[in-house]
């Protein structure tokens, strides 16, 4: 039987979460002002993550693990746990959309890419790494499209790193790019999430 993701979550925190972005949606829906407005949800969700289960903790050795938790029917909100494990990094990647970002546990290195053509040959792009930052437990990152919307997550602790992922797409259910710097090769793909059969559960 496979896991429906469209209800109201269960948890406390998390069906306040999407009472609250319901909330910014309607006041901030298409404006530039979404993306800030819901900073202090996403804080308010990381306060307290004790919710957040052994399951949506667990690495998947040799890939980037995503537990999908929640996932609007429009679709316009997906929030999931990335988990990566130790010593391993994620492709270069971006989301087409925005969000937030938090790390409930370990330890990452977020480097942050930005793409210096105009996406008009097929399979080619120019990304350059402009940044790269430490992310302490409890960091809360934005994933910004188009300007900050690149990048590579590496695991620097001893533990898989989880973060929580709050975004305003159904991200897994996209299809987006990862890219290679060096050969500045650009590959479409669909992430899934691992515990969602197929690419979705809900025809999308
Ligand atoms: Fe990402």
């Known amino acids: 039987m496979p896991e429906s993701f469209y209800f109201e979550p ?33 804080e308010t969700l990381l306060q307290d993550t004790s919710w957040i289960t052994e399951a949506q903790r667990q690495a998947v050795p040799g890939t980037t693990a995503t537990w999908a938790l929640y996932r609007s029917q ?9 988990v990566v494990a130790p ?3 994620t492709k ?7 969000g937030w970002v938090g790390l409930v546990q ?5 480097r942050k890419f930005r ?16 940044e790269e ?12 499209h188009p300007d900050e919307d690149i990048h590579q997550i590496l695991t620097m602790s001893r533990e898989a790193s989880v973060s929580l992922h709050v975004l305003c797409n159904d991200l897994g259910t996209v299809a987006r790019q990862s890219f290679d710097p060096d050969t500045h090769e650009a590959t479409t793909f669909v992430s899934g999430y691992t515990n969602v059969d197929g690419a979705s559960n809900i025809n999308r």
């Open 10 to 42: 269960v948890e406390p925190v998390l069906r306040r979460f999407v009472e609250d972005f319901r909330n910014v949606v309607a006041r901030e829906g298409g404006t530039p002002g979404l993306l800030p407005a819901l900073k202090g949800p996403a």
């Open 74 to 82: 429009e679709p316009d909100l997906c929030i999931f746990t990335m």
């Open 87 to 89: 010593g391993e990094m």
């Open 92 to 98: 270069v990647h971006n989301h087409l959309t925005d």
């Open 106 to 110: 370990g330890e990452q290195i977020e």
């Open 115 to 130: 793409r210096f053509d105009n996406g008009a040959r097929p399979g080619y792009a120019d990304i350059r790494l402009v």
């Open 133 to 144: 930052e430490r992310i302490p437990l409890g960091g809360l990152t934005s994933i910004r």
